[in-house]
Each structure stands twice: as C-alpha cells, then as structure tokens.
C-alpha cells in the first residue's frame, strides 16, 4: 500500500470515527498464539567469486511496557555472516535494519525483492499473481557488505500486538510510537545479539523512507545509539507533496516528470538525463502558468500543448483537465488504445482494462495487488524451507486495517521528516545518505524528494547521493536496477565501491 493511499483511507477513517477502533482491532488483534522461539539455520551460496557462508535466524523480540508487561510481538529475520574464527571482530561488521511501508507493509518486498539472499523472478511488464514463487539465491544480496536484519513492525508479517487495547493500539498505530517501538527492537537486538558497538544502517521503503530519519533521531537522542548510514527506498519526505490538495500546485510540479518517464518508458527511452529538460521546465514555465490560473486562456493554451507532447496523451484529454494531468488518468490513457492499463506503482506493467468504458478507472493495480500473491506464497516457502520456522498464525504481507487506523497526529500541517534529516545529518556529520527512486513512479515521484532536499543547506545537500533507476516503486523487480541499487548501498554501508563504477 501507498503512503498516498495510507493517507487517505486514514481521512476516511478520521471521518467516520466509527470505522476506526473496528480496523485496529483487525490490524493487530491477539489470536491466542504466541510467536515459536527463535530458530539458527546455516547456509551457504556462492556470489560471483566469493562464497558467503552465513547464519539465518527467524524469530521474535517481545517488546515491553514500562512496567515490564509484554506489549507486541515482533517477528524478525537476520542474516549474519559467518565466523568461526573466535578472534574475528564482529563489531566491525555493518548490520542493516531493513522496514518496507505502508504503513501496513511486510519486510518481505525488500526481503525477497533485493536485499536479501534469496529472491524471486518478477514479471517486468506483466505480474501474474498465480505464478509459482520459485526461491533462487540473489546476485546482488547486501549480505555481501553488510549482516541484515529485516523487521515486520505491528499487524505486517507474523507480527501481532500481544493483548490489545487503546492504549497499544494508540501506540503501536500512530507516528511517533511506531518509530518508538522501531527504536526499542534496534537496541534490544544489537545489545542481545552482541552488536552495539557495530556500524549500524537503515533501510526504509515508501513509509519505511519516511520512518528512517525520525528513526535516527530516536535512536540518538532517547536510546544513545546512532546510525552511521540511511538508505531511503522510494521514499516520502513531506505528505503535502504526495498527496497535496488541489490548490497545492507542488504536487503537480513534483508529479511531472514522472508523468513524462512513463511516455518515455513505454518507448524504451527513460533515463534521467532524458528528463533533465522536462525537470526544467516543470520548475519554470510549467509552474508560472499553474500559477497563472484557469482564467489565464494563454497560460492553459501553453500548458495543454506542451503537456500533451511529454505525455503523449490526445490533446482533448489533457484539454479537458486543463493541463493538470493526475496520475490516474495517466495510468489509464496512457495504454487506452492497447486496451491496457498501467501501474501507479509503475507505469511500465500493466493489465487489460477490465471496464473501459467507465468514466472512473476500476481495476487492481497490476504491482500492487498483483505482487501480493507470489511474495505471500514466497515469503511462506522461505520460513518453511530455508527458515525451518513455521508459526501457527496467519501471514499478513499488507495489513489494511494498519493503514486505515494509524494516527498521523492532530497538527494543521501534514507529516514531513526533512526537518529530522536535517538534524540527523548535522549532529554527525559522517553520516551517508541515499534517496532512490524509480523513474516511472507515481505515488512517490522521484522529483518531490530532488525538490525537498534542494531546501537543505548545501553543506548537507552535498553529502546525500541521489539515484533514479529504471521501473516505479519497486524498481528492483528490474534485475539491472537492483544491480545498480545494491552498488550504491555497498558504497554507503560499507564504504567499498564496486571496481569501474
């Protein structure tokens, strides 16, 4: 799920006060059975040359009240290097935490879409949901530069409040708890596993990207522990650009060149040196006619022209939104004459339009509902036959119940964290930073982050490494872009860059 749909079907719950306590209970709700002990597994792959023999534990970390009283259960996998060397310095190591989004959203995307040692074979263009997962070991694994540790927060995965009530549920549901809890599992596991003093980074996707610089600012400031690098996976840095209200023309400005990589994309053309010139002008002509207004007939006249050039949609249509093109209607026009319609979450899959002749677009996003299937499916084979850990529970990879029932605070202005970025960097200044994105992603574009971490001083602007790939949200399921992530995170983690990049 989309922090853009995460907002509004929080909206929607914040409307009907009714709905909420309802879809909390079904996000986190206790079942009766607690989470099996912790079980160690040994592997061993080969990854190019090298052989990395390491050691897989999938379990659970219980965290607590004040008063001791168990709270939630949180499964976890970690992968770490092995070492029977016993004068090995494991405190030299990195160990990376890895979140996805939502919020409601299973590790298992980044988990077996790129980070870790095992993945599956996605569909670039088309996603079938019924096709067999098949489990085979991952090129381009960060395990090669860095232990792992990949986290289900509260209702995603095996993952389940232990007694619920208002209380947890007002805590493990909302910004600032949920960040809490995430800072409560780094500490507990490092100290536990014998880690403290070990490089530590973090990897959040979408709301996960979100969560990472509020996370580094919790651990630093109320746990004493700090992150030396954030890897920020499709993320969102300011809510009021993702989802903007109609007189926020910035989310318009940030959505198109976007729209302009799906047009190139579909002809095999998208690259962001393709897009420098639609960036441009997204920041100077194209915002001064929003800005001129609908009474402005010259201003819309120009918009409507040069809209429908970099988007390659009919002229009437774009006419008709008077130059300001959603990314709904993209989706959907974009492929109209195929019969198809294309991802928010990337443009590039797609599916038959199942109801054409509707004014309104109706079908399952052809990522996001089409992905939930197979990675359920895989992430179900890897605890059973490479995790030996098999909890009697229900696996959940997207909680909607999460998203609808999380509390984003009460404040006039809409959640942001470029204001805990900024911090984080300034307090240490040898902290990495890298923001990807893919070029053909709607719900999160690449250019709201370019133009949000423009506002940064340029003391820290300079020390964050920027990167846009081929493909959307997830761009990783394009094994050439997961190649390319997995390099640039070895660069920030681990300090080591691959030879000729």
Same mark, same amino acid.
């Given at each position: 799920m989309s922090a853009q749909e995460a907002d509004e079907r929080t909206r929607e719950a914040q409307s009907d006060p009714a709905a909420a306590p309802p879809a909390a209970d079904r996000a986190v709700s206790a079942d009766g059975l607690?989470?099996?002990?912790?079980?160690?597994?040994?592997?061993? &792959? &080969?990854?190019?040359?090298?052989?990395? @023999?390491?050691?897989?534990?999938?379990?659970?970390?219980?965290?607590?009240?004040g008063s001791g009283e168990p709270e939630a259960d949180i499964a976890y996998v970690s992968y770490v290097l092995?070492?029977?060397?016993?004068?090995?310095?494991?405190?030299?190591?990195?160990?990376?935490?890895?979140?996805?989004?939502?919020?409601?959203?299973?590790?298992?995307?980044?988990?077996?879409?790129?980070?870790?040692?095992?993945?599956?074979?996605?569909?670039?263009?088309?996603?079938?949901?019924?096709?067999?997962?098949?489990?085979?070991?991952?090129?381009?694994?960060?395990?090669?530069?860095?232990?792992?540790?990949?986290?289900?927060?509260?209702?995603?995965?095996?993952?389940?409040?232990?007694?619920?009530?208002?209380?947890?549920?007002?805590?493990?549901?909302?910004?600032?708890?949920?960040?809490?809890?995430?800072?409560?599992?780094?500490?507990?596991?490092?100290?536990?596993?014998?880690?403290?003093?070990?490089?530590? @980074?973090?990897?959040?996707?979408?709301?996960?990207?979100?969560?990472?610089?509020?996370l580094a600012d919790e651990l630093t400031s109320?746990?004493? &522990?700090?992150?030396?690098?954030?890897?920020?996976?499709?993320?969102?840095?300011?809510?009021?650009?993702?989802?903007?209200?109609?007189?926020?023309? &910035?989310?318009s400005v940030a959505l198109l060149p976007s729209l302009a990589a799906a047009a190139l994309d579909k002809a095999g053309e998208a690259s962001r040196d393709a897009l420098a010139e639609v960036e441009a002008y997204a920041?100077?002509?194209?915002?001064?006619?929003?800005?001129?207004?609908l009474s402005d007939e010259a201003a819309v006249a120009r918009l409507v022209a040069r809209l429908a050039e970099l988007t390659n949609l009919p002229e009437d249509i774009v006419?008709?939104?008077?130059?300001?093109?959603?990314?709904?209607?993209?989706?959907?026009?974009?492929?109209?004459?195929?019969?198809?319609?294309?991802?928010?979450?990337?443009?590039?899959?797609?599916?038959?339009d199942p109801a054409p002749t509707s004014a309104f677009p109706r079908y399952r996003d052809p990522v996001l509902d089409a992905?939930?299937?197979?990675?359920?499916?895989?992430?179900?084979?890897?605890?059973?036959?490479?995790?030996?850990?098999?909890?009697?529970?229900?696996?959940?990879?997207?909680n909607g119940g999460v998203s609808g029932a999380w509390d984003y605070g009460s404040a006039r202005s809409a959640p942001e964290a470029l204001d805990e970025l900024a911090a984080a960097m300034a307090l240490d200044e040898t902290m990495e930073v890298v923001v990807v994105h893919g070029l053909t992603d709607l719900v999160t574009p690449y250019f709201a982050s370019t133009l949000l971490l423009r506002q940064l001083p340029a003391s820290l602007h300079a020390r964050i490494v920027e990167e846009s790939y081929p493909g959307g949200h997830m761009f990783y399921t394009r094994p050439p872009s997961r190649a390319a992530f997995s390099r640039a995170a070895r660069a920030a983690i681990a300090g080591e860059a691959i030879a000729g990049e």
């Open positions: 607690r989470l099996p002990d912790p079980v160690t597994t040994r592997h061993e &792959m &080969m990854i190019g040359d090298e052989t990395l @023999a390491f050691d897989a534990t999938a379990g659970v970390l219980t965290l607590q009240s092995a070492d029977d060397d016993p004068d090995a310095d494991a405190a030299r190591r990195p160990v990376t935490f890895v979140v996805n989004g939502g919020p409601g959203a299973a590790s298992a995307y980044l988990h077996l879409g790129a980070l870790g040692p095992w993945t599956i074979s996605f569909g670039e263009d088309v996603i079938v949901p019924s096709a067999t997962p098949t489990l085979v070991e991952n090129p381009d694994t960060w395990l090669a530069f860095t232990d792992l540790v990949f986290v289900d927060p509260v209702g995603t995965g095996y993952s389940r409040l232990v007694s619920p009530n208002d209380r947890t549920r007002g805590r493990y549901l909302s910004v600032s708890g949920d960040i809490a809890a995430l800072a409560d599992f780094v500490f507990r596991w490092s100290v536990e596993n014998g880690r403290a003093a070990s490089p530590k @980074a973090a990897v959040g996707e979408s709301y996960g990207g979100f969560r990472m610089p509020l109320e746990r004493g &522990m700090a992150l030396s690098a954030l890897v920020l996976v499709s993320p969102v840095l300011d809510f009021a650009w993702i989802s903007p209200a109609d007189t926020n023309l &910035m989310g920041t100077g002509p194209y915002v001064s006619d929003l800005l001129a207004g006419r008709r939104q008077a130059g300001r093109i959603d990314a709904r209607l993209l989706a959907r026009e974009l492929w109209r004459e195929e019969g198809r319609v294309g991802s928010l979450y990337d443009t590039g899959v797609t599916t038959p992905l939930t299937a197979p990675l359920t499916a895989a992430a179900l084979t890897l605890y059973e036959e490479k995790l030996d850990w098999v909890p009697e529970r229900q696996y959940v990879l997207l």
